[in-house]
T-cell receptor, first 116, second 112 residues
């Protein structure tokens, strides 16, 4: 089945550690995104990528890093510089990042990151 | 400036009664409008989308929404709520260029 796969579903991070969340899509989409969702709140854009080997900061990029070496993969690293990383992280993709009729964004199932 | 306002943070209905989740938007361009549903600890699932075709859009699970340009609204409705509809709902606007704007979400409670 086509879709977006995020792993792991649950991840615990110790203080000072970097952790990486995986996101893989087999939809052949050019654009990929990472969002952060805090309990009871909406989504905030961390990073997005329009094509391979290119990515842009979103609204809350500090303390995060990404790479886009392959079209289907867009991993997110939460670095030790991110002071409040406990949240639900959602990966998404769309055919392209440019708007047009029906440029729907599709989401993965999300990953919970907790600092211990 | 572009924006999305979901007018209710929480809506509570009884099973079998109608659902109305309200969304107003502001956009300088002809927007594409979406409703997504999110169940606990899950990703967002597309319910329906409006892309300048018919103003009344039918989605999955019996939901529909009507685009009203004069009122800048895109309210989500369902004639009869089911217990499985209890979830959080997000109204989303995609405007010209690259900009996706999420509403803050409306949590729907369904009482037996």
């Amino acid at each position: 089945d086509g879709g977006i796969t995020q792993s792991p579903k649950y991840l615990f991070r110790k203080e000072g550690q970097n952790v990486t969340l995986s996101c893989e899509q087999n939809l052949n989409h050019d654009a990929m995104y990472w969002y952060r969702q805090d309990p009871g709140q909406g989504l905030r854009l961390i990073y997005y990528s329009q094509i391979v080997n290119d990515f842009q900061k979103g609204d809350i990029a500090e303390g995060y890093s990404v790479s886009r070496e392959k079209k289907e993969s867009f991993p997110l690293t939460v670095t030790s510089a991110q002071k409040n990383p406990t949240a639900f992280y959602l990966c998404a993709s769309s055919i392209s990042s440019w708007t047009g009729a029906g440029n729907t964004i599709y989401f993965g199932e999300g990953s919970w990151l907790t600092v211990v | 400036a572009q924006s999305v306002t979901q007018l209710d943070s929480h809506v509570s209905v009884s099973e079998g009664t109608p659902v109305l989740l309200r969304c107003n938007y502001s956009s300088s361009y002809s927007p594409s409008l979406f409703w997504y549903v999110q169940h606990p600890n899950k990703g967002l699932q597309l319910l329906l989308k409006y892309t300048s075709a018919a103003t009344l859009v039918k989605g999955i699970n019996g939901f529909e929404a009507e685009f009203k340009k004069s009122e800048t609204s895109f309210h989500l409705t369902k004639p009869s709520a089911h217990m499985s509809d209890a979830a959080e709902y997000f109204c989303v606007v995609i405007t010209g260029g690259f900009k996706t704007i999420f509403g803050a979400g409306t949590r729907l409670f369904v009482k037996a």
